[in-house]
T-cell receptor, first 112, second 112 residues
């Protein structure tokens, strides 16, 4: 089955700096890669996703890049703010499938 | 937030007792999922449903069963709870297999 690895497990950044989280996946048939943000005690919420026909997608201060050849994708957060502090999860799903496989999560702390 | 509720929100039970968690949606979405969340493991799929009375296993289904007798309700049962099933359980829904998954608020289960 699919295996998704996520690094780093924790990330501390100064407010205003950028944060980058990387994920690798094992199944070349995967073609959908969402990112979820989970604040303390809350439910995971989708913040951005990318499909395999696109190499990069941006939404304001967040962007996701995908390298299908290398089977990895990354989340980039620019100009970090204290409200970006949360746990972020990447995931992968195969075409014509409905099962998401999640990475282990990255705890991001933005220091004022 | 999508119209998803979970009950109970917190439960403490003893080893060997049966436990049923409920997920209720008001969105009329076809797909429903049960995940467990443990530190370092992200979210792992337990079971999912693709319609009334249609269910299938996820990656960590041992010790769990599910039922879906109505579109809006998806039940997760631990027939005989064990300490290894102490976790936070999230329900999720999606309209189609390829759609975004929306998560419920979660249930924290402690098995003593």
């Amino acid at each position: 089955g699919e295996n998704v690895e996520q690094h780093p497990s924790t990330l501390s950044v100064q407010e205003g700096d950028s944060a980058v989280i990387k994920c690798t996946y094992s199944d070349s048939a995967s073609n959908y890669f969402p990112w979820y943000k989970q604040e303390l005690g809350k439910r995971p919420q989708l913040i951005i996703d990318i499909r395999s026909n696109v190499g990069e997608k941006k939404d304001q201060r967040i962007a996701v890049t995908l390298n299908k050849t290398a089977k990895h994708f990354s989340l980039h957060i620019t100009e970090t703010q204290p409200e970006d502090s949360a746990v972020y999860f990447c995931a992968a799903r195969k075409a014509a499938g409905n099962k998401l496989t999640f990475g282990g999560g990255t705890r991001v702390l933005v220091k004022p | 937030d999508a119209g998803i509720t979970q009950s109970p929100r917190h439960k403490v039970t003893e080893t060997g007792t049966p436990v049923t968690l409920r997920c209720h949606q008001t969105e009329n979405h076809r797909y429903m999922y049960w995940y467990r969340q443990d530190p370092g493991h992200g979210l792992r799929l337990i079971h999912y449903s693709y319609g009334v009375k249609d269910t299938d296993k996820g990656e960590v289904s041992d010790g769990y069963s599910v039922s879906r007798s109505k579109t809006e309700d998806f039940l997760l049962t631990l027939e005989s709870a064990t300490s290894s099933q102490t976790s936070v359980y999230f329900c999720a829904i999606s309209q189609w297999a390829s759609d975004e998954q929306y998560f419920g608020p979660g249930t924290r289960l402690t098995v003593t």
